[in-house]
Structure formats: C-alpha cells, structure tokens
C-alpha cells in the first residue's frame, strides 16, 4: 500500500484521490490474472488491456479511475463506397477510435489493411495514448484504418478511398483536434492526399497530418524516425545492461517496410550485422551480415527479398527464431505468442512493431529471462518526430535533419532514463514501467484538468 501511495503521490494526484484510497481495487489483480490464465486467444484489445491491468494494479489507483483509462473516448465507424476502375461498386469498413486527449490533441496513424477491425483500432488507439505519455510529447492516442487490402488496388483507386476516408472523418479530424500518421501500407503519399483534401474544406492547414513529403510540409528525419528511434531504444538498453555497443551485434528484423528497412539500414551503419529479415512474402538470411543498403536497393527496384543474392532464403515463419542477440519484429501485431515463444533464441526483444507479443507470449519471455523494449516506447521515434513536424507546420518553419536526429535522440533518452529508473527501483517489467509511467502521466492530466 505505502508503494501504491508513493506512485500516486510522484504522478501529481494523491492530495486529489486519497480521500478514496479505502476504495482501492480489491478485485484489480484478480482481473488481470483471470485475463492472463485465459488459454483462449485474446483479442488485440484485451491484449493491451492485459499489459494496462498489470500496471494498473502496481500503482492501485481508485477503481473509478479504471474504466476512464481503459474505455476509449469516441469511437467511429464508417463504410466508403469506391467506383472501381472497372465499373462495379466497392464498400469498405474504416474506422477512427479516438482513446484519450487530455494530454493534448489526439494523435495516431492510418493504416490500410485486409485485417483492420474495430477491435484492432481500438487496442491500437490506446497503445498511442501510453505511447505519447511515456515519450512526454503533448499529444493524446488515437488509431484509424480501412479494411483493404490497398495491393488490390490501383492507385487512382486508392487516392480516391483515402480523400472519402477524410471526408468521412473530417468533423472529428482538426490540427489541434485529432492529426493522423502513417502507419501500415501508408506513407508520404497518402498524407500529402490527407493534406489536400482537408485543405479543400478547411483552407491551407499543413498541422492536419503528419507524415507528408519532405517537399510539403513534411520534415526531415520523419520518415527514417521510427527506425532510428528503435535504434536509439537498442543502443540505450545495451548500455544500461552493461552489455556494450550495437557494432558486432547480431539483429533479425521481421517486416521490411519503412519500419524495419530503416533501422536495418541505422544498425548497419552503426557496424551492427542484421542477419535476417523477412516481409510478408519472404525471408533471406546471411550469418555474417545482410548488406543492407544493398537489399534496400533490390527491394526499391520491386524485387522481391528472397530473390537478394546476398543471403540464403529461409521460410519466413522461421525469422523469429533465428539466433542473434537483438530481434527486432517490425511488421504486424501478435506475432509472438505462447506457440513460439519459448522457440526464440535471442537475449532483447526490441518492440518495433505495435503489439508484437501477446501476454502469454510476454510471460513467457520474462520465464526466460529475455528483455523485452516494449512496443509503447520503442517505436516511440515516429510520433516524437511526427509532433516535431507538426510544431514546424505551427511555425511555417524547417528543421535541419541533424536537428531533428538530435532532438529524437533526446527524447528516446530521457524516456528510457523514466523507464529504466523504475524498472530497476521497483523491480517491474520495462514493459510494466513504461504503462506505469504513462499512466501516471495521463492520470495526473486527467485529475488536474477536472471533470466537468
Ligand atoms: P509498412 O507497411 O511500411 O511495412 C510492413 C512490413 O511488414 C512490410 O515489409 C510487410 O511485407 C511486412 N509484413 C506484413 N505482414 C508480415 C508477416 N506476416 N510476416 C513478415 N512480414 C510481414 O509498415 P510500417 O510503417 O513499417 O509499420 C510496421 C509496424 O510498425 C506496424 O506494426 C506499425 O504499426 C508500427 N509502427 C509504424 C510507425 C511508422 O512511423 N510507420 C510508427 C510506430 C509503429
């Protein structure tokens, strides 16, 4: 109890929830376990809720304050009707769940693909809301998609859903309302669309959108930052164990989109040796180090990266399990779970992906005596820049790219310092330390804002 009371007192709020502190959760940790012992698969949404419940029931907060932090503030579901090249009408489902802004405007990416629901979203919107806590920058969580898969489309197909998907969700949309990103299947192309098409209705209004082409309004460093702050994460967790530099370190990334292909290409040049890589099509692998700039090439040129000369192809289910010291998974969630788990043979798994590893997955790990750089921090790189984009839109003002690198690498740090302190202080999970951390962060808005 006299650690609960300490927590409450360090996020700012005890003098407000004290008075209530007999109504701490008896029945908190008894949800969580329940939660946990679950054989069944949970959806992506109790996942999270797993990880949030944990931290929850470290820091004992009031039960009232509970359902607040768990329940997203607005959901929205809309369905885009889209002429296709051939004639025919096509509906798809698109989603925007906007889970917490009282840190600031809401804040999170876009993403196209076949297997967004609502749940998705929703898990997705929440892990942004901790994710911009843990990282201090002043924004709240939000998460949109569009069930499509955007391969099948042409791109004339796919500008025109993106500009229906922004007239669908425009009243809710706003540069100090909710700014979305890129994120799966999306990027510079679809946000400079997202730009205009706000433009249209709201006169020139760069801060809508994050993510944009260097050449409008976007910022240098935005589209490597995710990686480059994934690399930081590494580089800052080796040191902390005492466990030396990325150089001669071995890495495995699943997922070669702008995620994965960036921090390859950072650990590279930093003398790291990334000894296999996967994507949804395929694996290659080298034990002496991928070349990465390279594989970058042959896969900008359309080629597929089993296709790379420079590696051996493996089954790509098999990437995760490929011997080295970091391993990095970078594309899609719950991928590491209570089937493979045990079969991992690397020492840190760095969460560059949202929500790489389920509960059980992660309980696991922990067994095992695997670091885990949770996801909510890791990949924190992207959305740091992304508010660094839209602080320079807010200017009409650019930042060098060293400026941005620099400022990127600060803020990885100090959150890592946030984290790292409480994890060893208290004996917690980094994972747990960085929603204890959020959740005292956003807790603490939350309370001082009021709740009239
Ligand atoms: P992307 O679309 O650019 O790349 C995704 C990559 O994952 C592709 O190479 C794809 O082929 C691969 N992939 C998909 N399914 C796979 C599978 N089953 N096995 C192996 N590889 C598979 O997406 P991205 O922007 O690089 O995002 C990757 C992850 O990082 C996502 O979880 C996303 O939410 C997260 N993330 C992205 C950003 C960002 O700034 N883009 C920020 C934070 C978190």
Request: proline share 5%; charged share 25%; aromatic share 6%.
């Amino acid at each position: 109890m006299a650690l609960a009371l300490k927590k409450l007192a360090s996020a700012g709020v005890a003098h407000q929830l004290l008075p209530a502190a007999g109504a701490l959760l008896p029945g908190l940790g008894a949800a969580a376990s329940q939660l946990q012992a679950r054989r069944t698969k949970m959806s992506h949404s109790e996942a999270t809720n797993t990880f949030i419940l944990e931290a929850l029931e470290h820091l004992e907060y009031p039960k009232r304050l509970r359902k607040l932090l768990l329940t997203p503030e607005r959901e929205v579901a809309v369905e885009l009707a889209l002429l296709r090249d051939n004639g025919e009408v096509a509906t798809f489902n698109a989603y925007r769940v906007q889970h917490d802004n009282s840190r600031g405007p809401y804040k999170g990416g876009l993403r196209f693909h076949p297997q967004v629901d609502l749940d998705d979203v929703r898990s997705l919107a929440s892990l942004m809301t901790w994710k911009t806590a843990v990282m201090d920058i002043p924004f709240g969580g939000a998460k949109g998609g569009v069930t499509v898969d955007p391969n099948e489309l042409s791109e004339r197909e796919l500008e025109i859903l993106t500009r229906k998907l922004v007239q669908a969700l425009r009243p809710i949309l706003g540069t100090y309302e909710d700014i979305p990103a890129p994120d799966m299947n999306t990027g510079a192309r679809e946000m400079a669309w997202i730009f205009d098409e706000y433009t249209k209705f709201a006169g020139f209004s760069p801060g809508i959108v994050t993510g944009k082409p260097v050449w409008l309004h976007g910022s240098l460093g935005r589209e490597a930052a995710t990686g480059r702050g994934t690399v930081f994460a590494i580089r800052e967790l080796l040191a902390a164990q005492g466990l030396g530099e990325i150089k001669n370190k071995s890495f495995v990334i699943q997922g070669f989109g702008n995620v994965g292909s960036w921090a390859a290409q950072i650990l590279h040049e930093m003398g790291g040796r990334v000894v296999a890589v996967s994507d949804a099509f395929g694996a290659v692998a080298n034990e002496h180090g991928l070349q990465i700039p390279d594989l970058r090439a042959h896969v900008a040129d359309r080629h597929s990266l089993a296709s790379f000369a420079g590696g051996v192809v493996i089954p790509k289910e098999s990437v995760l399990t490929v011997p080295c010291d970091v391993l990095i998974p970078a594309a899609i969630g719950g991928v590491i779970d209570e089937d493979n788990a045990r079969d991992l043979q690397c020492k840190i798994v760095a969460e560059a992906a949202n929500g790489p590893t389920t509960p059980e997955g992660d309980a696991i790990l922990r067994e095992r005596g695997i670091t885990v750089l949770p996801d909510i921090f890791t990949n924190g790189g992207g959305v740091t820049v992304s508010f660094f984009e839209w602080v320079q839109n807010l200017q009409n003002f650019k930042w060098s790219e060293d400026e941005v690198n620099a400022k990127l690498d600060r803020v990885m740090r100090e959150a890592f310092e946030a984290i790292w302190e409480l994890h060893t202080e208290d004996k917690i999970p980094l994972r747990t330390a960085a929603f204890v951390k959020a959740l005292q962060r956003v807790t603490r808005a939350r309370v001082h804002r009021g709740f009239d």
